[in-house]
């Protein structure tokens, strides 16, 4: 054992480091013990120790006594100083006085920028009978997004479209929710006993034997609120690894197996490895008796999924694919770690899904060191549903939903649907878009799928308001008002996704910058004062009706509080006893509060329900108290019948493949002009998404976007490392800078997202250079899975070649805001989608 945590403990000298303190002076500095979240930073939330001077941080260090993240930090946080005191962050409301793009501002109060948002949302609907439908809200990733943005437009603005801008398909995290939901009816992390606050210590822990990381690189991305870090941990104790991933990663370089699946094919692989459990008899007969349904249904279909079948599919041998499978199979405890890939295909729902049932064949559900079934801390569940609770009922029902532009299917997501959003903006259809407002999202550069064709869509919307830390490209194109929002130092927040519950608590100011929940208290009171001054007048009352009810409906003379259960008021369900067990832990002695949290517990507190194991037998899932799984049969459905069939998805799940890949394999003259698929999206160490670009630091690690190719493709296109590189295909085309990796297979490129540079022009045509580098150009939208479900973002054909120092060429930010774009011929009125057969409908994509 290399990794001893008892001895990691008794090595930290708690007096130094101030046990039991929130906050004190040490060398002319003021230190607080708080936690992060972005921006700038990540989806995790890890113990800090912030040390400010004068009101400004000076600097931050990780903090050993903080049991989520034991004093580890990685470069996002140890940066966070450049990322706060950056020189030109924007310090107050600003309007702009130029044309849009120009970058012309000038400085205005926030009393001007409040009431000019309301003067118009009054002058330019409301008094024109348009509905309040008419505004679009559009956030990025981070700082509670599923709960304070969607707050805000349904509570404050009053519209029920809320989402991502241009982000076809349910892209990111929710294919994983929901196909672990429709079969589960939980949702499952891999077990490296971060339920615990003595963590590995916790007798009841074990770690796990066999892990898969499958889809994404958690040490660079520590995504979706998971450690990369807590997986080292339990390799240096002894867990064994399996890397399923194109690349080969730092896990997969440290696992016993690795496959190198061709983009895009992970179901296949999958079905393959179901076929081996289920044959071979390597399942685990007692969990499948007492605990799943529809066992034999599932292992009838997948008998003819064979690992020679996957072979051919996924470009790795038979042999392999079935080694692995038994690897994993065969392991006493086994778990699976899965990132943003699994969302980026046209099959993600059904992978999702089959991949729950790899866990659930196995046993490898809620017992220690497997996958662990988790729910926000103490049941704090604020998130898309409070949209609809705060939103008029007959605007709600006017929502922009799946089935509007993909037929057949039905909407099961609380946020608008992505492609509904895209021809609302460009055909005025089922009602036009007339405002766009941007939170802490930079859609151009970073999440905006065909980023040339969202710029066409936004550049003719009437009004648009961006609230973010930094001027982005997206604030520069778009914005006719920009507000200055918070970094992580200067919010006081929660951070409710999982467990522990953790506080953020300010630490500096910067100007006037407002944070996420000050912006809803102002804009609340503002827009919708007979509600806000009632309930939330300040930022105290917001933060406690947080805690307290998590934003439901909540009447105060009868204890009762209501939530969201369908598409109208009419459908809300009583919550009975909100917050239990936080509730009966802390109320008496009066510490339920947002202070207590800081000041008494160190800014977070562990709850019982993601440190039980075996909950299902324990009636911890379902609502009644009853054993079993919270799924309408009570067991694991390995086949979802009736939520999938709810859902207009069909339950067993087959391979699909994108259009564009379907073409790759099939026409030879397309692979020859195309001959790459080009992967998009992997994470780096330095930033998160468009994030941190502006930072000193990581540009000195990371200065350029890069494109890696393997080294045969560098020999034979005579590419060298540094080398600028054209990436095009039929919709565009971006230039990076070639890295080569001799671990690459030849038929790949891998292309970085996210890229802007602060450091240059903004104005148009350049805008900060972000159409230059984005991979974005190249991909498309409307093109969806089962259920309106997956996005083909990370299997894209694409051809490469140098590029020239011609002058005369334009570049491909003056293609796309001078001279209209790649494209010409975009159409926004035929509708497609998969049929249950896995056949495209009659139209084509858009």
């Not at 030109?88 to 009393?111: A, F, T």
């Not at 997948?302 to 790795?316: D, L, R």
């Not at 973010?468 to 996704?497: C, G, H, N, Q």
């Not at 005579?718 to 001799?742: A, F, M, S, Y």
Request: hydrophobic share 35%.
């Amino acid at each position: 054992m290399l990794f001893d945590y008892q001895e990691f403990l008794d090595g930290i000298d708690r007096e130094a480091y101030h046990e039991g303190e929130w906050q004190w002076e040490e060398d002319g500095y003021t230190v607080t013990r708080t936690y992060t979240y972005s921006a700038p930073g990540c989806h995790d939330s890890c113990g800090v120790l912030m040390y400010t001077k004068n009101g400004k941080l000076e600097k931050i260090e990780g903090d050993p006594l903080d049991p989520c993240a034991n004093g580890r930090l990685c470069m996002r946080c140890l940066n966070l100083v450049e990322g706060v005191n950056y020189a030109d962050r924007p310090k107050w409301p600003l309007k702009r006085v130029g044309e849009r793009g120009e970058n012309k501002w000038e400085r205005i109060s926030w009393e001007e920028a409040l009431d000019t948002i309301a003067n118009w949302i009054h002058d330019n609907l409301d008094a024109k009978g348009l509905g309040r439908e008419s505004i679009f809200v559009n956030h990025g990733t981070g700082r509670n997004i599923s709960s304070w943005v969607p707050f805000l437009g349904g509570a404050c603005l009053g519209t029920p479209d809320i989402g991502a801008i241009g982000f076809s398909g349910y892209s990111c995290y929710l294919p994983r929710t929901c196909g672990t939901a429709a079969g589960i009816g939980d949702f499952p992390i891999v077990d490296a006993s971060e339920g615990h606050a003595d963590r590995y210590n916790n007798p009841d822990w074990v770690r796990p034997d066999v892990v898969v990381v499958w889809g994404c690189e958690p040490l660079k991305s520590n995504a979706d609120g998971y450690l990369g870090h807590w997986l080292v941990a339990c390799m240096q104790q002894g867990t064994r690894f399996i890397s399923v991933d194109p690349q080969l990663t730092w896990i997969g370089a440290h696992a016993d197996y690795w496959l190198p699946i061709r983009p895009s094919t992970d179901l296949a692989l999958a079905l393959a490895w179901l076929n081996v459990i289920t044959t071979e008899e390597l399942q685990d007969k007692e969990f499948i008796e007492y605990w799943c349904a529809y066992y034999d249904e599932l292992k009838e279909h997948v008998a003819q999924f064979t690992p020679e079948w996957a072979a051919k599919v996924c470009e790795v041998p038979a042999d392999l694919i079935r080694d692995a499978a038994r690897f994993y199979a065969t392991a006493e405890r086994g778990a699976i770690q899965w990132g943003l890939a699994f969302d980026t295909q046209v099959d993600s729902i059904q992978l999702c899904q089959t991949v729950s049932n790899l866990m659930s064949v196995c046993g490898n559900i809620d017992k220690p060191g497997t996958n662990i079934l988790v729910r926000n801390g103490f049941e704090i569940n604020p998130g898309y549903a409070t949209a609809q609770l705060y939103c008029d009922p007959d605007t709600f029902a006017k929502k922009l939903t799946v089935d509007l532009v993909h037929p057949g299917c039905t909407q099961f997501i609380g946020m608008a649907d992505c492609d509904a959003v895209n021809r609302a903006f460009e055909t005025g259809e089922p009602y036009p878009i007339k405002m766009f407002w941007s939170q802490g999202a930079n859609g151009i550069s970073c999440s905006a799928t065909a980023a040339p064709r969202v710029h066409k869509m936004l550049e003719k919307v009437e009004f648009c308001v961006v609230a973010d830390p930094y001027m982005t490209p997206t604030a520069v194109a778009y914005a006719d008002i920009f507000l200055p929002l918070k970094t992580t130092a200067e919010r006081d927040s929660m951070r409710v996704w999982w467990t522990p519950l953790r506080a953020m608590k300010a630490v500096s100011e910067w100007y006037e910058a407002k944070s996420d929940e000050e912006l809803i208290v102002a804009l609340g009171n503002k827009l919708n004062p007979e509600l806000f001054q009632k309930r939330w007048p300040t930022l105290d009352a917001l933060l406690q009706d947080y805690l307290d009810v998590g934003f439901n409906l909540y009447d105060p003379e009868t204890g009762k509080s209501y939530k969201s259960a369908g598409r109208s008021k009419a459908g809300m369900i009583e919550v009975p006893d909100v917050h239990t067990d936080f509730w009966k832990k802390h109320h008496d002695d009066g510490t339920c509060s947002f202070k207590s949290l800081v000041e008494d517990r160190c800014g977070y507190e562990y709850d019982d329900f993601c440190a039980t194991y075996y909950k299902y037998e324990k009636g911890l899932l379902r609502a009644d108290g009853t054993p079993g799984f919270a799924t309408p049969s009570g067991r694991i459905e390995l086949v979802p019948f009736a939520t999938f069939g709810a859902w207009g998805i069909p339950p067993l799940a087959e391979h699909v493949e994108s259009l564009t890949m379907r073409r790759w394999m099939e026409d030879p003259e397309y692979r020859a002009e195309y001959p790459f698929i080009c992967i998009n999206g992997s994470r780096s160490y330095e930033f998160f998404h468009s994030e941190n670009r502006q930072q000193a630091t990581m540009r000195e690690f990371h200065p350029m976007p890069l494109v890696k190719v393997s080294a045969q493709t560098a020999e034979e296109y005579d590419l060298h490392e540094g080398d600028w590189i054209w990436i095009e295909n039929t919709e565009g085309r971006c230039r990076q800078k070639v890295h080569i990796d001799p671990t690459l297979n030849p038929n790949y490129i891998h292309a970085e997202h996210g890229w802007w540079f602060p450091e240059e022009e903004p104005a148009f045509p350049h805008l900060y250079g972000t159409f230059d580098c984005n991979i974005n150009n190249l991909t498309a939208s409307y093109e969806t899975g089962q259920g309106g479900i997956g996005n083909p973002l990370k299997s894209v054909a694409a051809k490469i070649y140098k590029c020239t120092e011609d002058v005369n060429e334009p570049t491909p930010g003056e293609v796309v805001t001078k001279l209209g774009g790649f494209r010409d011929d975009y159409v926004a009125t035929e509708p497609f989608a998969w049929t249950h057969d896995n056949t495209t409908r009659e139209g084509g994509r858009f």
